[in-house]
């Protein structure tokens, strides 16, 4: 079964710094586009970063220079970097998978969420 | 950027209602065109792609179409499963971009 498990959510203070994890099975995360997006309470979605089965990664602007999108190929794991935390980083993060073109997403984790406050 | 402008932000209709929900691209985007629905707690679940093919699993009554950079996603007979936020999203090049969303609600 193709899944995806995120994790290392939590609450923070604004300037800390936090990993999320996405687990993947069933599939090989470098074979994919691989994803993050969040969503902040009450708000749409937002994309936040991509890394490329070829290891191209890109990102918002809203995060550029203080996120860091990765994988683990040995742990078939993604994960997203979190430096420099602002308030307005707070929301629900998905790890997302590709689906029939490169930049869709057709599998979705259950979200973990980071909470920047003081 | 390309920014997705989606409409309306809301909508109330009845079950077995034909509803259409509208998203209009900055620029050409060919037919690199997704809609994903959400329901409230959950990740959010592929429907359309390529602006007119249907996801698998996903029932017929919804469908999609497009014209230029008009875009449009439609229920024909909604359900009540149907109820939930409908986003669009352009998957044409980075930075992807979303639509703001559109909150279906029971009349």
């Known amino acids: 079964e193709v899944q995806l498990v995120e994790s290392g959510g939590g609450l923070i203070q604004p300037g800390g710094s936090l990993r999320l994890s996405c687990a993947a099975s069933?599939?090989?995360?470098?074979?994919?586009?691989m994803s993050w997006v969040r969503q902040a309470p009450g708000k749409g979605l937002e994309w936040v970063s991509i890394?490329?089965?070829?290891?191209?990664?890109y990102y918002a602007d809203s995060v550029k220079g203080r996120f860091t999108i990765s994988r683990d190929s040995s742990k078939n794991t993604v994960y997203l970097q979190m430096n420099s935390l602002r308030v307005e980083d707070t929301a629900v993060y998905y790890c997302?998978?590709?689906?029939?073109?490169?930049?869709?997403?057709?599998?979705w984790g259950q979200g973990t969420t980071v909470t920047a406050s003081s | 950027d390309i920014q997705m402008t989606q409409s309306p932000s809301s909508l109330s209709a009845s079950v077995g209602d034909r509803v259409t929900i509208t998203c209009r691209a900055s620029?050409?985007?060919?037919?690199?065109l997704n809609w994903y629905q959400q329901k409230p707690g959950k990740a959010p679940k592929l429907l359309m792609y390529?602006?007119?093919s249907l996801q698998s699993g996903v029932p017929p009554r919804f469908s999609g179409s497009e014209s230029g950079t008009d875009f449009t996603l439609t229920i024909s007979s909604l359900q009540p499963e149907d109820f939930a936020t409908y986003y669009c999203?352009?998957?044409?090049?980075?930075?992807?971009?979303f639509g703001q969303g559109t909150r279906l609600e029971i009349k």
């Open positions: 997302a998978r590709q689906g029939h073109q490169a930049y869709n997403f057709e599998v």
């Open positions: 069933g599939f090989i995360v470098s074979d994919k586009y």
């Open positions: 890394i490329y089965a070829g290891g191209t990664t």
């Open positions: 620029r050409s985007i060919s037919n690199y």
């Open positions: 390529d602006a007119t």
């Open positions: 999203q352009q998957s044409y090049s980075p930075p992807i971009t």
